[in-house]
């Protein structure tokens, strides 16, 4: 029997990750040896999928893979993602994402080959969408092609969207319909791309990302609020700095509500899964609080923003980015000895 809980789709796309360790990110024109080389599934929509799916969402992943892929279906259907809307191509490779890890910064560096990402139709997506509607919910990155019609066929079907503009293009918010998301989940660098790029008329610079001092979520928040007014939620994640978001929480506000979170503090040893896995969780949550005709409360919110901040937090303390999502349970134990120590 098919489950009752709303379901959530991600549209996004998978990839094989070749990570290499490295002593610091290769500078332009330096040559550098790996002290580790590692292979993975990663790829943001499916790693968005398995925190989904390891939160215990009603998650279905659809995109498109190449047979030398198929191995990663396997664990997001472990991870209790259903991927019968993802399309096997005979003839393309799957994508790849060459990933250097920081021993000096534990930050990351990230290169693309979208592969089968590219290769999305709106026409495969429309059949997709036929079995989704109104009170579901849908998950889009910008790794696939056709992302805005499908985020466009995702509206009129009444879906509930939820939007993660990563990795960010100069174009992005030129050929996305921004106005149609409900929730915008973006980082501080993001959420600094799109203040300029609504603001470029009244700095009449073109190249302003480059010269413009950096823009704090503060400044940016009114901007993103006037630009695209209906939607319900906007969170920045700031790294090591916490999060701040805004929630509209009854419809005619015409004010939303900030909320503040700083970081839970962890052993840090890689940041490549963290954004994902925050992003599955939070959604997890409200999906799972959903209740029909009815808005969430300022708890609620609270709740969403504070088990994918645990959530994420334990994602760092390993390595990999889909290998490093947590389940459920352990995130529950995390705060619940957060809230001991308090």
């Known amino acids: 029997m098919e489950s009752t ?3 959530v789709l991600v549209y996004g796309s998978i990839n094989i990750d070749d990570f290499y360790v ?3 990110i290769v500078r332009s024109g330096e040559t550098i040896s790996s002290t580790s080389y590692t292979v993975s599934a990663g790829g943001k929509g499916a790693n968005q999928s398995v925190a989904l799916g390891r939160a215990g969402a009603n998650v279905y992943h659809a995109g498109k893979i190449g047979k030398d892929g198929e191995w990663v279906l396997d664990i997001m259907k472990n991870a209790g993602v259903d991927t019968s809307y993802t399309k096997v191509s005979k003839t393309e490779a799957t994508g790849r994402a060459i990933i250097q890890l920081s021993q000096e910064s534990h930050d990351n560096s990230i290169v693309l080959f979208p592969g089968t990402n590219s290769t999305v139709t ?10 989704f509607g ?6 889009m990155q910008n790794e696939i092609s056709s992302g805005p019609e499908i985020m466009q066929a995702a509206k009129k079907r009444g879906m509930t969207i939820c939007f993660n503009p990563s990795p960010m293009s100069a174009d992005l918010p030129k050929q996305y319909p921004l106005h149609l998301v409900d929730y915008l989940l973006i980082n501080e660098i993001e959420a600094q791309e799109l203040y300029l790029f609504l603001t470029a008329s009244d700095n009449n ?3 302003s990302s480059s010269s413009s001092p950096k823009i704090t979520a503060a400044e940016s928040f009114p901007v993103l609020e006037k630009a695209y007014g209906q939607t319900s939620g906007i969170i920045i994640t700031l ?6 978001a805004r929630f509209r929480i009854n419809e005619e506000d015409k004010q939303m509500k900030e909320f503040r979170m700083g970081v839970v503090e962890s052993n840090v040893v890689n940041t490549t899964g963290a954004g994902d896995t925050f992003t599955g969780y939070f959604i ?3 999906v799972r609080n959903q209740s029909l005709n009815t808005r969430f409360t300022s708890e609620q919110f609270w709740g969403a923003l504070e088990e994918a901040s645990h959530a994420a937090s334990l994602a760092v303390t390993k390595e990999g980015a889909m290998d490093s999502i947590p389940i459920k349970e352990h995130v529950d134990v995390a705060i619940r000895l ?3 120590l308090d």
Request: hydrophobic fraction near 30%; glycine fraction near 14%; charge should be negative.
């Open 239 to 244: 790294g090591g700095d916490g999060l701040v």
């Open 134 to 139: 109104e009170g579901d919910w849908i998950v």
């Open 5 to 7: 809980k709303p379901k």
């Open 284 to 286: 997890a949550n409200l």
């Open 205 to 207: 610079n073109d190249d």
């Open 338 to 340: 957060k809230k001991k």
């Open 122 to 131: 709106l026409e495969e997506a429309g059949h997709v969408l036929n079995q």
């Open 22 to 24: 490295v002593p610091h």
